[in-house]
């Protein structure tokens, strides 16, 4: 089971602060991307995936669980837009199988969008094959307390371990 971690940041983090993730991530195979959807405040809107490569480059979109299973043509333009079931947000401090891949022959970019009216956020795809160990995370501080920084980490392999050391 590959599954994505979703840890709300501590109250007072100073704006832009650093969080070090330590998370011991094995390798993946090139032309893969990696993605999950941390909640964006209420749930609705909409969440899509933006793909860009070469003109007619073909691949899937498939969810952890098995559950969706999408096929993409960039066609002429090189550019395409998924539509992602907004079911799949990540909840509060939890382990869960809810973290996207999107595979392809051809080499492939993105990025997601969780649109609402008001607030979007946005995430690059990870490329699998440049996955690292270490990463820094920068947040905001506390906005509001209804509304934390997040951070999520996803597995590209059964038995990953992840660990999360604030700073201080």
Do not use: W
Request: a neutral charge; glycine letters at 10%.
């Amino acid at each position: 089971m590959k599954v994505p971690f979703r840890f709300p940041a501590r109250r007072g983090v100073a704006i832009a602060a650093a969080v070090c993730a330590s998370a011991v991530l094995t390798h993946a195979h090139a032309n893969e991307l990696y993605f999950q959807m941390n909640p964006n405040y209420n749930g609705l809107g909409q969440r899509q995936a933006f793909l860009f490569g070469a003109a007619n480059t073909t691949g899937t979109l498939t969810s952890t669980d098995g559950s969706v299973n999408q096929t993409f043509d960039l066609g002429s333009t090189g550019f395409s837009v998924l539509t992602v079931p907004n079911n799949y947000e990540l909840a509060n401090a939890t382990i869960q199988n809810n973290g996207f891949k999107i595979q392809s022959a051809g080499n492939v970019g993105g990025y997601f969008l969780s649109r609402q009216p008001f607030t979007t956020d946005m995430t690059y795809l990870i490329d699998g094959a440049k996955l690292g160990s270490q990463y820094v995370v920068a947040a905001y501080n506390q906005i509001e307390s209804s509304y934390p920084s997040q951070v999520s980490a996803q597995a590209t392999q059964d038995g990953t371990t992840v660990t999360f050391t604030p700073p201080g």
